[in-house]
């Protein structure tokens, strides 16, 4: 059992949400870890505990990789564009990204990409780091290839390249890829400094404190197909060899992945600062308000659900690039929308209630690991 004290701040009626944080580390599924929670634009839980690889105590600007987390903030970054008429949802991407149309992509529309519909799940052959750092490669690469099935069809996780799919597209029709408008459209705006990537020096940057791999019953041989799945689960995490998708944890720690921008999946963020945006999601925070009412609204209808083409079926359902309220997922329920990312960490926000929430850890849990949904079932209490 671990006994690690609990600092922060939480306001009456949300303390059901601080015994929850100090049961995962008592537990011993914690190391270092920190929740905020906003209601209306205030902050209503700030707490964080632990300590980062070095030893240091986490605090309230202890930043992490948060995943696939990356995904809501990058999502927000093209909604907001559509919102300003820079870009529409339901156009074909091949509108502003011509190069796209080969292979018969040409009526794919941003929404269908957004909703994990457009076939382009890993690329088709090899990559380097050194491609991903430069970016061109990667979406010329994406742009040619064939899709693994027909666009709008069906839906598959597409882990690693929502990212440059829905970083391009945002490049054609702005001008900014998402780390340039997440700083300039809502970073210097809120007063925060999160960022797709990171110079590892950074002293407040904390890394993923892997834990060792635990024994595993005997099982049977795996078969061709159980191999075959494995490889192209790798293929998907790793973008076909650039990293090791197998060993996603141990890769976020390499100074090669933390220098490039991976817009959906190596934003580097504190907890307040994921809680921060989203709550400029639903009604404003210090007079900046990300999102309209009605793009929420919009956002929030059902894209994808159910069996994926490849991939295991986990209850998840998307609306427009946000993960939905789920069996799995269930956040605030009904009317959340965010994202969460490998490891157990989370962000959404609720707009029925005005709550935004963030869960950021340094200790990664396995596929049933059960932090983040304590931490909302709490939450749910409170309300």
Known sequence: MTVAEVRG??????HAVTDAFGANFARGAETGAAVSVYRHGEPVVQLHAGATDDGSAVTQATRSVVFSVSKGITT???LMAAEQGLLSLDSPVAEYWPEFAANGKDTVTLRQMLAHQAGLVAPEHPMTMQQLQEWFPVTDALAAQKPMWEPGTAHAYHAITFGWLAGEALRRATGHRPAEWL????????????SFGIDPSDADFSYQNVPPPSSTPDRPAATTADLE????????MGMHGAFDGAHLFDSANRSDFLAA???????????DELARVYAATVGGRNG???????????????????PPFVGADWGLRWGTGFMIDSPTRRMAGPGSFGH????????FAHA??????????NRPGDDADSRAESLCEALRSCL
């Open 229 to 236: 799945a494995v490889a192209m689960q790798n293929r998907i």
């Open 183 to 194: 700083q300039h459209h809502i970073a210097e705006p809120l007063g925060i400094h999160p």
């Open 261 to 271: 921008e991976l817009p959906a999946a190596n934003l580097v963020a504190t907890a």
């Open 76 to 78: 927000i970054c093209v």
């Open 9 to 14: 701040s939480v306001s009456a009626g949300f």
């Open 288 to 306: 900046v308000e990300l999102l309209q009412p009605a793009t929420v609204q919009d956002a929030l209808r059902v894209q994808s659900s159910g």
């Open 352 to 361: 029925g209630t005005g709550l935004s929430f963030a869960y950021v850890t």
């Open 340 to 347: 969460d990312g490998a490891g157990g960490q989370l962000a």
